[in-house]
């Protein structure tokens, strides 16, 4: 079976990445937990080292894609110095999941069976959010306007890829835009989709202008993403 690495992107997490990365780590089948700090100003990067992850740094924030690339890129040579003859699969998850992402396995076991070529998670408890929804309204209109179809959940950022779909997928759309491109482009392609319920759950977020200004950019990217598809 195949080695699975997990990929975390992570912008001034501090407080809850050390308890993601301990929960990520025990995962069967996982052997690398790597983080990529993406410009972050507070102690993300030392709570994850402290906690046992591979952590690599960018010096300002570039987004959730470009964390992705980053980290994807690192396993990629990780896979080469050892010379596996299987590359690994590709697990991300979002830095603020906290100890449920212990339960991030069954998106691992279609891609390992062979079943799927990306898996999507699907929260089984939903968080009460600050926002009204236009992202995800947007994000799953424009998904089954450009291939008929959308996940029950289509921004979510659970998702386990093999290799070569994370390949086939690049470049990836820009920032918070990466999921939406992620379902459209491998549809596209004719690869394997599987959605998977999963206990997982993020923070609750707010209503305050950091959280506001947050929202407007996952829809200045969504729109993006979605405009250079339709």
Request: glycine share 8%.
């Amino acid at each position: 079976m195949s080695q699975v690495a997990v990929v975390i992107p992570a912008y001034n997490e501090a407080d809850r990445i050390a308890a993601t990365v301990t929960a990520a780590s025990a995962l069967s089948a996982v052997d690398v937990v790597v983080v990529v700090d993406d410009g972050s100003r507070d102690g993300t990067a030392r709570a994850a080292e402290q906690a046992g992850a591979s952590v690599l740094r960018h010096a300002r924030n570039r987004g959730k894609a470009a964390a992705m690339e980053t980290g994807a890129e690192a396993i990629r040579l990780l896979d080469q110095r050892e010379r596996h003859q299987v590359p690994r699969h590709l697990l991300f998850l979002d830095a603020d999941l906290g100890a449920t992402a212990a339960e991030a396995g069954p998106l691992i076991t279609p891609v390992t069976a062979g079943e799927a070529d990306m898996t999507i998670g699907v929260f089984a408890a939903q968080v009460k959010l600050g926002g009204h929804g236009f992202v995800v309204r947007l994000s799953a209109a424009g998904t089954r306007r450009a291939i008929g179809y959308s996940p029950a959940q289509p921004l979510n950022g659970q998702r386990c890829l093999t290799r070569a779909a994370f390949d086939a997928a690049r470049p990836l759309a820009r920032g918070f835009g990466v999921e939406t491109a992620l379902t459209i482009d491998l549809k596209r392609k004719g690869l394997r989709i599987v959605e998977v319920e999963v206990p997982l759950a993020h923070r609750a977020t707010g209503t305050d202008l950091r959280a506001q200004l947050h929202r407007a950019r996952q829809f200045a990217d969504v729109a993006w993403a979605l405009a250079t598809r339709l």
